[in-house]
């Protein structure tokens, strides 16, 4: 089982960036999958998760409005774009894997990415 994420990079407050994650080693379509952050000195924290079909997502308040989740199943991919990014934004964003449910609390994820550095100046 592979997650692979990448797109981060350092972007000036109001920018956007696109973040990918290519799924291998397990029915791709069959699995939820999430995206989590990590800021220095703080607990990983959810921001977005989607269905195995891609027909529902859920949003942290933090990244709602600003934050837009999506999959390809085709391509074994998620993505996840990120517009208006704020300094808060800045974290490692990790992808996940959850075989049973879309869900908020990262103990339920079963596979974990490595993450990719994303960075917003002011």
């Known amino acids: 089982v592979q997650l692979q994420a990448s797109g981060g990079g350092l972007v000036q407050a109001g920018g956007s960036l696109r973040l990918s994650c290519v799924a291998s080693g397990f029915t791709f379509s069959a699995f939820a999958m999430g995206w989590f952050r990590q800021a220095p000195g703080k607990e990983r924290e959810f921001v977005a998760a989607?269905?195995?079909?891609?027909?529902?997502?859920t949003y942290a308040d933090s990244v709602k409005d600003r934050f837009a989740m999506s999959r390809d199943n085709a391509k074994n991919t998620v993505y996840l774009q990120m517009n208006s990014l704020k300094p808060e934004d800045t974290a490692v964003y990790y992808c996940?894997?959850?075989?049973?449910?879309?869900?908020?609390?990262?103990?339920?994820?079963?596979?974990w990415g490595q993450g990719t550095q994303v960075t917003v100046s002011s």
């Open positions: 996940a894997a959850n075989r049973v449910v879309s869900t908020t609390k990262s103990y339920e994820y079963d596979y």
């Open positions: 989607i269905t195995g079909s891609g027909g529902s997502a």
